[in-house]
């Protein structure tokens, strides 16, 4: 399944898009009873997924492996740090070109420091989804290696998937003699991240970033049940997952 196919089905299935075709299917059938009630179950979807305390719970499922300790890493003696893309933003204006996204920058900032703490390479897999750009390995490459002043060992530039990050990050370590890594993405993505590693062959030492239950939980109490368009997109990227890993899972 390619990347273009995979979108249109996140895009029917997710919110917003779900809800509101779901809702639209209703008020065609507006006259009918049970029409009547998919639209006011799209509805009451739609209002529930843009709530702070839904997105907390979501992402508290899933935000399972605790942050890396020094203990943990001398136990496991990685020999990499493998930190995954996390999306891209196409000619920006302010760079001349392609740059990593928000959600790339805070995985590649925790794996600079991590590489310091430890001496240890790093590795970024990202692949150009749509063959469009360059390659989020090559961007993350550069940056590492510019700003942050850290080494890097090799990329992974062919994946356009968290399973494809996995499969083509295993053929390079063996290339490399390297059996055990670090693995850094958001804490919301390692469980998936993680199924997928495992399943290639490698022993991953979770490291997770970007903890999004604990912003959530920084939301008064009162603002916890107030719609919002952040609380949307957060629940849209932890059902996201939740398919995800139930889809690697599957098949």
């Known amino acids: 399944m390619d990347v273009s196919t995979t979108r249109l089905i996140e895009a029917l299935i997710l919110p917003p898009g779900g809800p509101l075709l779901l809702g639209l299917v209703g008020l065609l059938m507006v006259r009918i009873s049970w029409g009547r009630r998919l639209l006011a179950l799209s509805i009451i979807l739609l209002f529930i997924l843009c709530l702070p305390v839904t997105a907390d719970l979501l992402y508290r499922s899933l935000e399972s492996e605790p942050v890396l300790t020094s203990e943990r ?18 000619n920006a204006p302010e760079y001349s070109g392609d740059t990593v996204s928000m959600r790339s920058l805070v995985r590649l900032r925790y794996a600079a420091k991590l590489s310091r703490e430890t001496g240890l390479p790093i590795i970024p897999s990202a692949g150009n989804p749509g063959a469009i750009g360059e390659a989020g390995a090559v961007i993350a490459r550069d940056l590492l290696q510019n700003e942050y002043h850290v080494p890097v060992l090799a990329i992974e530039r062919r994946s356009n998937t968290t399973w494809e990050n996995a499969r083509y990050t295993a053929q390079l370590m063996k290339q490399h003699d390297i059996e055990r890594i670090i693995l850094v993405t958001d804490a919301g993505h390692m469980t998936r991240s993680l199924y997928a590693f495992r399943r290639n062959g490698i022993k991953p030492t979770p490291a997770p970033t970007n903890f999004l239950s604990v912003v959530t939980q920084e939301v008064s109490p009162i603002e916890r049940y107030l719609p919002s368009a952040r609380a949307l997109n957060q629940s849209s990227d932890a059902l996201h997952e939740f398919i995800g890993l139930l889809w690697y899972r599957l098949k």
Request: charged share 20%; net charge neutral; glycine share 16%.
């Open 73 to 90: 890493i001398v136990s496991d003696r990685p020999q990499a740090i493998v930190v995954l893309g996390g999306g891209r933003d196409l």
